[in-house]
């Protein structure tokens, strides 16, 4: 089970007051905007304070590897707990984010179908390349940044172990000039742009 608060809401930032210190912090702006190589602004993130706690019974889509986009995109997550298998730590493919001519002609031929979901990685896609996954247990505090562009997951955990951390998602327009505003009034949050993609 997975509970979501999202700190940007009305009203959360008095609630929290040492994670809105964080998110003010030069360094981790600094960190986050070399990933994203623009300057980012935390007010137009997508960030939650997220408790994972696993249960037998849950289906977890999260577990299946997954590519987010076809573009470079970043997560980040501040477990503020100690994450170990089974509590579900976070895994990566490394160098799964580079945009290989038959990476592009998968996400092509997905995109002709009615997926309304990010991409699956079968394993024949995987062992392909010669890839392999990385499980990337940490102590509390520690930061982890992934660009989602490449393939990655959360290992599925044991049954009643849980976690707590820090979830931040970016997801700019690639197709738009960094200073040019638009990335609000082209996402889903729109009610016009809701109601045309349905």
């Not at 970043?74 to 038959?102: A, T």
């Not at 079968?122 to 890839?131: F, K, P, Q, S, T």
Request: net charge positive; with cysteine; hydrophobic share 35%.
């Amino acid at each position: 089970m997975l509970e979501q608060i999202n700190l940007l809401e009305l009203g959360r930032r008095g609630d929290y007051p040492e994670i809105f210190a964080l998110l003010a912090h030069p360094k981790l702006k600094s960190l986050i905007s070399s990933a994203e190589k623009r300057n980012v602004n935390f007010l137009k993130a997508h960030i939650t304070l997220e408790r994972l706690k696993k249960q037998q019974a849950d289906a977890d889509r999260e577990a299946d590897l997954h590519v987010g986009t076809f573009f470079n995109t970043h997560k980040g997550w501040l477990y503020l707990d100690n994450v170990q298998l089974e509590n579900s730590p976070f895994v990566y493919v490394p160098g799964s984010y580079q945009l290989r001519l038959s990476r592009l002609r998968r996400t092509y031929l997905e995109s002709l179908g009615n997926n309304q979901r990010s991409r699956r990685i079968l394993v024949d896609e995987l062992a392909e390349h010669g890839n392999s996954e990385e499980v990337y247990s940490c102590r509390a505090n520690t930061l982890v940044i992934a660009n989602t562009c490449g393939y990655h997951r959360r290992h599925s955990g044991d049954s009643g172990k849980q976690r707590t951390a820090l979830h931040f998602s970016f997801r700019f327009n690639p197709f738009f000039p960094p200073g040019l505003d638009v990335d609000k009034r082209l996402s889903r949050r729109n009610p016009l742009v809701r109601r045309l993609t349905g």
